[in-house]
């Protein structure tokens, strides 16, 4: 499976979560266990934004210092991850 096609069946499994999540709180859940699912949904995206990052490492990135531009990549992801993204 290319790394496309993990992310996208990833954000789909994250979507039907946070379906779940919001059809919790429209049917008066008790919290704690919305909470809990927010959380997966939560823990889900985080993995999501991990595969991503590994992809552009292993392509963008690794291209980018190919040719040179090794100062810009790399402003580019600390940009992301000063902005807590990931």
Known sequence: MTPKNQVVKRL???EGHLRKVTSMMENDVYCIDVLHQSQAVQA?????????????????????IKKGKSKEVIKEIMSVFKRGRI
């Open 44 to 64: 889900a995206l985080k993995e999501i934004d991990n595969l991503i990052l590994q992809n552009h490492l292993n392509t963008c990135v690794a291209d980018s």
């Open 12 to 14: 789909k499994i994250a």
